[in-house]
């Protein structure tokens, strides 16, 4: 049975972190540590799980659904259209509609910003410029990226992760300031609160795609056997799901000690740019601007890629050029609304679509124990998707007051995740009514 190296399996777990490490994965920690203050230790722990564990889970449900075409092949478990129909979903809110669009409003809010006078960053001209060329390069690299975007990557991820550490220890040997006080659901229930929270880094619905492009380096590496496969997913798993915790702790800490210095700010883009300035001075923040664009641009190139490959896939009647074109005007049309404006219009989508993922992930690990019968898968998602759907709208401010009341009854519905008894209720009595089904 053959069975990577040490050294290969270490390379890989660094290539699935680098495709972790975006955009959302540094932005919402410093958020979230302004927020949860002195329960900063509660809400971390909520927060990987999202954030790091579930993701885990995620790439290995791939590896165990045999890695190319891996979500499509789970969610057409539901049904064939619904496999196709969820799998664009995914791809859409990853890709153009929110994940694009986020690497260049993240790249202008660290990397432009800080530099620019109260004045022009108060304007829209700045970002409405900065975007065009960075989706003119994102078009030019992403026609073919393979290469180019594999050399960045190698350089750029350990560059972002050490000055990542370097924030980090220097944060806490001469800490911003005293860790404040917690705000809003944070004070009440901050587990649930930054559970929710980790929706926002995407990596859940990232990880369903990025699992497939581990699968495939496993089988370029010669390991072709389901078993070796899961084992060295898991290796890379692993690796990733570590570098991931400690950028997590890392950034979510300044965040946290950072409030009684630069106060409350809107995104974590600012708190981290002003953070970096006040650690290190104006050569922290130009190093980390310079860095945090070019890791945005790989990961922008990178996404733009994978949508377009795939969709070429779907409808082939238009080529992989046309698709790239296509995203990356569409993605520079979305980011010019701001970085704010952009994570306040994507939760609700989220929210929505996020529980969906978490249910067809784990219950793909023990469909083999109903026969995959269709009925359970549909009539678990089903309970889910009634309960986050209208969670969606709440978040949206579209209050639906009949059913919302009750929704209420249920049990963790404050919490926002009033659709985990649901899912299980559905998933049982799918069971029961496929035992009277017709073999």
């Known amino acids: 049975m053959f069975t990577l190296t040490l050294r290969k399996n270490f390379l890989i777990g660094l290539m699935l972190f680098a495709l ?3 955009a959302g994965n540094i932005i919402f920690p410093p958020s979230l540590g302004q927020m949860a203050g002195e329960n900063l230790f509660i809400a971390m722990t909520g927060f990987l799980i999202t954030g790091v564990g579930l993701p885990l889970v995620a790439v290995l449900a791939i590896a165990n659904a045999g890695g ?21 979903i995914i791809y859409m809110a990853i890709g153009p509609f929110f994940g694009i669009p986020r690497t260049a409003t993240v790249s202008y809010e660290i990397g432009v910003v800080p530099f620019l006078s109260e004045r022009a960053a108060s304007s829209d001209w700045p970002l409405a410029l900065f975007t065009i060329c960075f989706f003119l390069v994102t078009i030019a690299l992403a026609l073919n990226p393979a290469k180019l975007v594999d050399r960045i990557g190698k350089v750029l991820t350990p560059v972002l992760f050490i000055i990542i550490s370097a924030l980090a220890i220097k944060s806490i040997l001469t800490p911003i300031g005293t860790i404040g006080q917690a705000q809003g659901d944070y004070v009440t229930h901050p587990f649930f609160r930054s559970f929710v929270e980790g929706y926002l880094t995407m990596d859940v619905i990232a990880a369903l795609v990025f699992g497939i492009v581990v699968v495939n380096a496993l089988k370029a590496e010669g390991v072709t056997k389901k078993g070796p496969i899961m084992k060295g997913m898991m290796i890379a798993g692993l690796i990733a799901a570590a570098g991931l915790t400690f950028v997590y702790v890392s950034l979510s800490y300044i965040g946290a000690t950072s409030v009684e210095v630069i106060g409350m700010q809107q995104n974590g ?5 002003l953070a970096s300035t006040v650690l290190y001075g104006s050569a922290g923040t130009s190093i980390l601007a310079v860095t945090i664009i070019f890791a945005c641009l790989t990961t922008s190139i990178g996404l733009v890629a994978a949508c377009a490959q795939f969709f070429n896939e779907i409808f082939p009647s238009l080529s992989y050029k046309i698709y790239v074109l296509i995203f990356s005007i569409f993605s520079a049309v979305i980011a010019n609304i701001g970085l704010t404006e952009l994570i306040a219009i994507s939760l609700p989508v989220l929210m929505m ?3 969906l993922a978490i249910v067809l992930m784990l219950m793909s690990f023990i469909d083999k124990a109903f026969g995959r019968k269709p009925i359970v898968y549909i009539l678990a998602l089903s309970a889910t998707a009634f309960v986050s759907i209208f969670d969606g709208l709440l978040v949206a401010d579209i209050d639906v007051k009949p059913v919302t009341k009750l ?8 919490q926002q995740i009033g659709w985990l008894v649901p899912a ?3 998933a049982f009595a799918g069971v029961i009514i496929s035992f009277f089904q017709k073999k």
Not at 71 to 77: N, P, S
């Open 20 to 22: 972790f490490l975006g």
């Open 68 to 88: 190319q075409s891996g979500l499509q092949i789970i969610a057409g478990r539901v049904h064939p259209i619904f496999g196709i129909v969820f799998t664009m």
């Open 269 to 273: 883009g600012a708190i981290l740019s």
């Open 353 to 355: 679509i996020y529980p």
């Open 407 to 414: 929704l209420a009854q249920l049990p963790l519905y404050k």
């Open 424 to 426: 299980i209720v559905g």
